[in-house]
C-alpha cells in the first residue's frame, strides 16, 4: 500500500468522492486552443489609473479622558487624531500597509496600529503622534489589545489563525496562541483576566452541515488558551463588547446563514439573519474553569434585514448599546434592560431564529454613512462616534435625544470614482429583497464566508456548492462553478437580481460600478514565498511535482493527467473551461465544474466544488483514490507535502 493510500485508510469512513483540481478531460487541450484568439490576460494587480487616495476610516477609539477620538484609516495608511471639541483632525501619522485595527495603552501615551498587509504593529507616541517602533506580528494582523498593564500586546492574526502575544518592552513575539479561522477582533475583560478573540469564519467540517464558530478565550495570568465558547449556525463574528455591569455580558456581532436551504427561496425571507451572540462567563469560577453560556438573539425586523452587524460597543452607564449594521448603512440603539428581558423570556434554542425580539429592545435605528464598522462612546455616555468606511466621515449620535447630530468630514477627496461607487455597491444591502444581503455579506473582506451554499436550484440539498473568492478574479471568466456565466456583467447583473436578490438588482450605471470595484480586488501578498521569489527546497520539489511528466516509476502521464495542463501559470492558474473529473455526488445534477484559480490557494479553504476536502491534503488523500484528480497514488508522503508547499506559493 502507498504512503497515500496509508494515509486515507487512517481517515475512518469519511466519503471517497474525488476532486477537482488537477484533472482535465482529453479533449481539453484541442479546448484551449482557442486560448490563442482570446485577449492577453490581465494581471489582476496591475496598475490602473490612479485613484484618488481615500481615507476610508475602519476602526476607532477614545483617549481616556474623550478629548480626543483617534482613526485608523486603510485607504491612506494613516492614523489620525480627531479633537472632539472642534471636530477638526489636529494629527496624523503614516503607519503601514492596510492598517486594521487599533489599541491604546492604558496611560493613554501609546498608540498601536495594526498593518494587515504589512504583518507589522505601528507603535505610535501620542505626543509627538510618530511611530516609534515597527512591531512584528503574524500573518495579517487585524485586532489588537494591551493586557491591563500595558506590557503585553494580543494581537489576532487573520491569515496565520492565531493569536501573538508581544513582550512590549523587548517588542518581540514570546507566544502564539492557534485559533480557528480567520480571527479579527480581540477584546481584553474589564477585570483583566480574560482577553477574547472573535473568528470571521466558521470551523472547517461537513459541507452539509450548520456552521459553527468559536470565541476564543486566553487566561492573561497564565497565559494559556482557558476555552473556546462555540456558537453554533453562525458566522462573521466581528467586534466585541463587554457590559460595564457586575457580573457583565459579551455582545459579539454576527451572521446567521441558512446556507442549507435553497437560497433560491429569498423572498420567503429568514435565508440570511443578522443578530449578536450574548455570551455570559460562568459566574463565581475561575478562567476556564465552567463553560461560558452563549445566547443567540437577532436585530432583524419581521420584514426588514439589517445586514452586516460589525461595531459594537456600551455606554458606560450600561443603558444602552450600539451596533452598526455596515451594509446596511445603519446604527441600532438598544436598551440593556429590554434586551435582558427578552432574554429571559425564551428559551435560547428558539430566541435565536425569532425575528419578533428587536422590536422588544431596539430603541431606535439611525442612518450612518456608507459602511459603518466601529462605533466609540465616550466617557460620559453622552455621544456616540461611527466611523463610516466608505464616506470618509465619522457620524455623531445624541445618545440623550437618539438622534443624529452631526457627521464630520475627515477631510477624504470628494469627487466619487466609478471604483469608489462600485465598493458602496458592493457593501449595500438594500438591493437584495427587504434588504437580506449585500455582496459583502457572502464575500466578507472580497473573500468568502467558508460555507457551501445551495443556491439556484430549488430542490433542497442538490447542486451545492463552495463559496469562492473573489480576489484576483479578473480575466478569470467563466464564472460559477458550472462556468455557465461567460463574464461578470451576467454573473452580477441578470443572475444575481433573479435568483440571489430576487429583485430589480443593479441599474445599468451601478452594475459598471460593481465590476469595475470587482476588476480591481487585488490579491495580497503570498506569505509562503519569499519576497525575492526564491523558493524552498521543498517548494523546488513541489514545483518539479506540478510539472511533471513521468510517474515515479517512468510511466508517461498523459497531457490531459497533468497538474499544468488544468492550471497553466499564464491564466492564473486556471485553464478557464469547465471539465469532469469525477467529483459529482449523488446530489449533483452535473458533473462538470469550472476550474478554479489558484492564485493564493492556501487562503481558499474548504476546497472541491461542495466544499468537501477541509484541506489541500484531503483532495488526494480522500477524494482522488482512482487516479481522476492527476497522477496521485504513486506519490509518498513526502512528495504530497513537497507539491502543497508549492502550491501554496502561487
Known sequence: MSSLRLLHSQRGNRTSYRGFYFCLLPFALCLLTCFSEMAAPINPQSAEPAEPEYLTPVEIKFASDGKKLYVVCEGNESVLALDTQTRQVVAKAKVGHKPRGLAVSPDGKTLYVSNEWSDTVSEVDVATFSVKRTLKTGWGPVGLVTDRTGKTLYVANSIADSVSLIDLASGTEIKRFTTHRYPEQVLLSRDGRCVYAANLLPHLGPYDQPPVSELLVLDTNKQVVAERILIPGAIELRHIAEAPLQGGYLIVPLVRPKNLGPLIQVNQGWTMTHGMAVVRPAPNTSVGEAGSKVTQVLLDDIDYYFAGNDGVAFTPDGRRALVTSSDADTVSILDTAHLAQRLRQYPGEELANRLDSAATFVVKRL??????????????????????????????????????????????????????????????????????????????????????????????????VANRTLRGIRETAPYKWNGHNPDLATQCGPRIAKFLFRSEGFNTAELEALLTYMNNIPLPANRHLAPDGQLTEAQERGKTIFYRQYTNSGQVIPAENRCDTCHPAETHYTARISTDVTSKTEYDTNGMFDIPQLDRVYEDAPYLHNGEALTLEEIWTVFNNKDTHGITSDMSKEQLNDLIEFLKTL
Not at 379 to 385: I, N, V
Not at 440 to 446: E, Q
Request: glycine share 8%; hydrophobic share 35%.
Open 367 to 464: 442612518p450612518t454613512g456608507h459602511n459603518p464598522t466601529s462605533v466609540a462612546i465616550t466617557p460620559d455616555s453622552r455621544w456616540a462616534y461611527i466611523s463610516n468606511r466608505l464616506d470618509d466621515s465619522v457620524t455623531i449620535i445624541d445618545l440623550a435625544q437618539s438622534k443624529v447630530a452631526a457627521t464630520i468630514d475627515l477631510g477624504g477627496p470628494k469627487e466619487i470614482t466609478l471604483m469608489r461607487r462600485g465598493e458602496q455597491m458592493f457593501h449595500a444591502a438594500k438591493y437584495c429583497y427587504q434588504g437580506q444581503f449585500a455582496c459583502a455579506t457572502c464575500h466578507p473582506n472580497s473573500h468568502l464566508d467558508g460555507l457551501a451554499w445551495n443556491l439556484e436550484t430549488p430542490q433542497l440539498g442538490r447542486d451545492r
